[in-house]
T-cell receptor, first 115, second 112 residues
């Protein structure tokens, strides 16, 4: 069975500081990995994903994540936080089915950006 | 145009009632999903349909019955609502062979 662990349910950074949100996964097969963002009272928006190929993936809003197989990690980073980045972030893993991939989510990390 | 839409956005009802949530996607996808987000924000898949056929059915009580009249619609009917059913329900869609799931805005269900 697949699982995701997000270290830190709350992360607080100052505006302009580095953002680092941690995600470790467990999967018996090569995984697909995702980061989604959820703003208050809204749905989930895809930030970025890893499927195959380059292990450093770039997403929207200046975010990027690196797939490290040896560490089973997929940490999300952004060099400089902006107030608009305040939201809840979810890491997810899925298997590689032809269709109907089941996303397994982590518990989420709330990012707070201080001015 | 909204890619994945859900109605209603909010649903407040009494225990024991039956209610439905509707989902429509205009992305031309052939696979749709229902996820439940509980009060602690934990997201868990409930069902998935591909071309109107049920392909994922997690351990969900029989009171929950998804129905897919066509590829663009996936509705969720809940019988005999219980307090524990209070949650936000998200619909999502994707295309076979493509991994990205697109989520709707969610339906917040409150059972009193």
């Amino acid at each position: 069975a697949q699982s995701v662990t997000q270290l830190g349910s709350h992360v607080s950074v100052s505006e302009g500081a580095l953002v680092l949100l941690r995600c470790n996964y467990s999967s018996s097969v090569p995984p697909y990995l995702f980061w989604y963002v959820q703003y208050p009272n809204q749905g989930l928006q895809l930030l970025l994903k890893y499927t195959t190929g380059a292990t450093l993936v770039k997403g929207i809003n200046g975010f990027e994540a690196e797939f490290k197989k040896s560490e089973t990690s997929f940490h999300l980073t952004k060099p400089s936080a902006h107030m608009s980045d305040a939201a809840e972030y979810f890491c997810a893993v899925s298997d590689r089915r032809e269709y109907g991939n089941k996303l397994v989510f982590g518990a989420g990390t709330i990012l707070r950006v201080k001015s | 145009d909204t890619a994945v839409s859900q109605t209603p956005k909010y649903l407040v009802t009494q225990m024991g009632n039956d209610k439905s949530i509707k989902c429509e996607q205009n992305l031309g996808h052939d696979t749709m999903y229902w996820y439940k987000q509980d009060s602690k924000k934990f997201l868990k898949i409930m069902f998935s349909y591909n071309n109107k056929e049920l392909i994922i059915n997690e351990t969900v009580p029989n009171r929950f019955s998804p129905k897919s009249p066509d590829k663009a619609h996936l509705n969720l009917h809940i019988n005999s609502l219980e307090l524990g059913d209070s949650a936000v329900y998200f619909c999502a869609s994707s295309q076979s062979g493509v991994d990205t799931q697109y989520f709707g805005p969610g339906t917040r269900l409150t059972v009193l």
